[in-house]
């Protein structure tokens, strides 16, 4: 059974880009979240997914956003992009369905932003 | 106050010793609990998850709940070099009254086993 893929592993973007990360969770999950991953803050919330919704979302501005897709496939965008995004942006797929923390999830291997 | 609070460590230990890790919470209304594991450079892998107050046995490691203390423990027995890894616990609570349940991560705890 397939993880989940993220891609790209990795990236490296200029101040005040744009950026689109994709994952693809585990074939019958329906409920994605993303969460960014720093030295400095540890794993911070960004938003969950379920069925197309956003369902969640943490304490970041709107220069992040997202989407799911039918097919259960999230994509996350950051505009404008600052050098404090430089993180790992990880994204994670569970088969629970009352809420992403209701069942552990699996993480894919998470896409390595790189801001300069 | 964090939300989820670990132990900052980092922790040592010898190769075969017992690994104690902890974590408190404070959402009293948390149901689900979670220990990750992460290994430098690599995404965090579940490892244990709990519900109920008391232990719960996978291995040779132990998870411990006790809701009333909003407390929440991890013990590694006959701990190995390859259990070096930061340990996350996680806890699915709401982040502001009224908000939706999220998975809230703690800063982690870094364990090293010495040979």
């Known amino acids: 059974k397939a993880g989940v893929t993220q891609t790209p592993r990795y990236l490296i973007k200029t101040r005040g880009q744009q950026v689109t990360l994709s994952c693809s969770p585990i074939s019958g999950h329906r409920s994605v979240s993303w969460y960014q991953q720093t030295p400095g803050q540890g794993l911070q919330f960004l938003f969950e997914y379920f069925s197309e919704t956003q369902r969640n979302k943490g304490n970041f501005p709107g220069r992040f956003s997202g989407r799911q897709f039918s097919n259960s496939r999230s994509e996350m965008n950051v505009s404008t992009l600052e050098l404090g995004d430089s993180a790992l942006y990880l994204c994670?797929?569970?088969?629970?369905?009352?809420?992403?923390?209701?069942?552990?999830?699996?993480f894919g291997s998470g896409t390595r932003l790189t801001v300069v | 106050q964090k939300e989820v609070e670990q132990n900052s460590g980092p922790l040592s230990v010898p190769e075969g010793a017992i690994a104690s890790l902890n974590c408190t919470y404070s959402?009293?209304?948390?149901?689900?609990f979670f220990w990750y594991r992460q290994y430098s450079g690599k995404s965090p892998e579940l490892i244990m998850s709990i519900y109920s107050n008391g232990d719960k046995e996978d291995g040779r490691f132990t998870a411990q709940l006790n809701k009333a203390s909003q407390y929440v423990s991890l013990l590694i027995r006959d701990s190995q070099p390859s259990d070096s890894a930061t340990y996350l616990c996680?806890?699915?609570?709401?982040?502001?009254?009224?908000?939706?349940?999220?998975?809230?991560f703690g800063s982690g705890t870094q364990l090293t086993v010495l040979p």
């Open positions: 959402d009293r209304g948390s149901q689900s």
């Open positions: 994670a797929s569970s088969s629970g369905t009352g809420g992403m923390g209701d069942y552990g999830y699996t």
């Open positions: 996680a806890v699915n609570s709401r982040a502001a009254s009224g908000s939706a349940r999220q998975l809230t």
